[in-house]
């Protein structure tokens, strides 16, 4: 689809939350239970799909498609976003983040209870890899292994488990800035790294080659995108539903606990400017990548913006 960013983003996020409701309601067909009901509410409140829009965004980064394949996109598409929800049910836990709401309305827990939410992120986990299963391995050979380690490796102990462990535990071996940095990449960084990935890898013109850039281009994005929902938090700028200033509240370690706000801004904007230099050395249209750094860099409230170099400035304007 051409068109704008804004409007393009709204066709993604549309495409890929009704391929999700349609498939959820097929897997617990007419069930009235709870955990059901539970799946349902998580799968039923939108949020931007950015980890969507990365995938289809890396699909024609890497080079033109040859057809526009739509199933094969929505089921990579689909598998991620489930992630990405199960992590969101999981966070809000009084166990974890202790958040009573998401995207505005109120987390799952505070609706069905800590045990059902659990069981209902256990669930989306399980029906992320059942989206990948229904891959056809004969007309895409290859590529099947690689996206269930793409994901596999972002959902458990190598991505957001540990990133989320080294949050909880305030360990005073991990009171630093490297280690908030890894934590960043962990937590959220890795199912960044794996959308671009798995995206890129569902074009035919995928090679080994374009795997450095891509890497830099992906952990980079990830990494500030934490950075600024940080940063957000701690300035009461807070779109996502969740109680803001609560990380200050729970002396969670933070990159904020070492820089005021705005050096965390400059790095963060640094970050996406190496991103915006990764894309411009792919083959393919890389338009939408820039449009997703350009939208990122928006989300630093605009008091903070200031002070960047010149070719950082570009992505405002992009």
């Known amino acids: 689809m051409s068109g704008s960013y804004h409007d393009w983003a709204q066709y993604v996020c549309s495409q890929v939350y009704n391929h999700l409701i349609s498939e959820v309601r097929k897997k617990i067909s007419d069930d009235d239970n709870q955990l059901a009901k539970a799946i349902l509410y998580a799968t039923s409140n939108p949020g931007r799909a950015l980890r969507p829009q990365l995938v289809f965004a890396a699909r024609n980064a890497v080079g033109e498609l040859p057809n526009e394949e739509q199933p094969l996109a929505l089921a990579i598409a689909g598998s991620v976003e489930l992630i990405h929800i199960m992590s969101l049910i999981y966070d809000d836990l009084p166990c974890m983040d202790n958040s009573p709401t998401r995207r505005g309305h109120p987390s799952v827990h505070k609706i069905y209870g800590e045990n059902i939410a659990i069981l209902a992120a256990d669930s989306l986990k399980s029906l992320a890899f059942e989206q990948l299963s229904t891959i056809d391995s004969l007309s895409y050979p290859g590529i099947l292994l690689r996206l269930l380690s793409y994901l596999s490796q972002a959902s458990g102990y190598s ?16 009171r630093n800035e490297s280690s908030v940095l890894d934590m960043y990449f962990l937590k959220t960084g890795k199912l960044i790294v794996a959308s671009i990935f798995m995206g890129a890898w569902s074009n035919p013109h995928m090679s080994e080659e374009l795997l450095e850039p891509l890497s830099r281009f992906a952990k980079n994005l990830g990494v500030s995108f934490q950075i600024i929902n940080d940063l ?38 640094d970050l996406l400017e ?27 409230p605009i008091g903070f913006r200031s002070g960047t170099c010149r070719k950082t400035k570009s992505l405002h304007e992009t």
């Open 232 to 269: 957000r938090d701690n300035l009461f700028v807070n779109e996502t539903g969740k109680i803001p200033h609560q990380d200050l509240e729970q002396d969670k370690n933070t990159l904020l606990s070492y820089h005021g706000p705005q050096v965390c801004a400059r790095i963060a904007l």
């Open 159 to 174: 991505g957001i488990c540990l990133g989320q462990a080294i949050d909880l535990v305030n360990d005073k071996n991990y």
């Open 274 to 300: 190496k991103s915006r230099v990764d894309a411009e050395l792919l083959p393919g249209d890389s338009s939408r990548f820039c449009q997703i750094l350009a939208w990122v860099v928006q989300q630093i």
